[in-house]
């Protein structure tokens, strides 16, 4: 075969794509990479100063993808390095520790730390987000449970693994995801084909099981104020009773926070006259 066409062919087939990785510090960013590229685990905590740069190939169908991986060191003093690598990225691996919530509660700044830093050019439409819920090997130490952090990310369409750079655990099928999503993306002239399944689950819902998860008491939960009459309880029950039944919500949660609406509304028929 004449070698320009075969160069060319080639070529429509190797991609080139960048990926970034975000979180606080010490979540296990580099080592959730390294147990990728390395096929180890390094127990000893080195922060990445500012930026490590890594370069991997990788197969999706037919494609060879070269993937640029920029891993960003999460702690706040390395933010004048990290800001100059956010654009141009095609993925980004969002990572918190499930024992520490405040890594947990971070996703929100890393988003709003990323879109501000890619300032016009952020569209979130042609970026693929992969969450992962590390260290799921400490399971005593576990604070922020599967379908917390499974709701967070499903309800933004972003992927969700459980995943250890300890012992390897989801780790090879969340890059597998995380690749075969972008070449998608990238076959898809830079834009997100629609997912094949639906989330199946609306934002009500996905914020009526937060609310609930945070209520602080009864009345909180059932959203009345506290004194309120039989009627009032009853009418605010069957309201979140009817947009989180387990027969009809999906959402990551709905079934314990269907449980907790249930106990709530007994406890406070108890004492109401
Ligand atoms: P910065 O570079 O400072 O942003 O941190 P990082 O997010 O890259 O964290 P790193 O990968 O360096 O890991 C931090 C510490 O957590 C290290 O001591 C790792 O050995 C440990 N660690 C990372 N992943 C896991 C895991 O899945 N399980 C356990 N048990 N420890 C982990
Ligand atoms: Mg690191």
């Known amino acids: 075969m004449d070698t320009n066409v075969q160069k060319r062919r080639e070529n429509k087939k190797s991609l080139r794509v960048k990926v970034i990785s975000l979180g606080n510090a010490e979540v296990g960013k580099s080592c959730i990479i390294k147990r990728y590229c390395e096929k180890r685990f390094v127990p000893k905590y080195l922060a990445t100063i500012g930026i490590d740069y890594g370069v991997t190939k990788v197969q999706v169908r037919d494609r060879e993808i070269k993937v640029n991986i920029f891993d960003m060191a999460g702690h706040p003093f390395f933010y004048e390095v990290r800001n100059e690598f956010y654009k141009d990225s095609q993925g980004v691996i969002l990572v918190y520790d499930v024992g520490l919530r ?36 400490l399971t005593k130490r576990r604070v922020v449970d599967e379908s917390e952090g499974r709701l967070w990310a499903e309800s ?118």
């Open 102 to 137: 405040e890594s947990f509660d971070a996703l929100d700044s890393w988003l709003t730390e990323m879109k501000q830093e890619m300032g016009s050019q952020a569209n979130m439409e042609s970026i693929i987000f992969v969450v992962c819920a590390n260290k799921v090997d």
């Open 156 to 273: 933004r369409g972003f992927h969700y693994f459980e995943t250890s750079a300890q012992s390897g655990e989801g780790i090879s099928e969340m890059f597998q995801a995380f690749f075969s999503s972008i070449t998608d993306m990238c076959e898809n002239g830079g834009k997100k084909p629609a997912p094949e399944v639906s989330i199946g689950f609306t934002k009500e819902q996905a914020d009526t099981i937060r609310r609930i998860r945070n209520s602080k008491d009864s009345w909180d939960m059932l959203g009345v104020k506290p004194g309120a009459t039989r009627e009032e309880v009853n009418k605010a029950y069957r309201k979140l009773a009817v947009l989180l039944h387990p027969d009809k919500c999906v959402a990551p949660g709905s079934e314990d926070a269907f449980k907790a609406v249930v106990n709530a509304r007994t406890s406070l028929l108890k004492n109401i006259k």
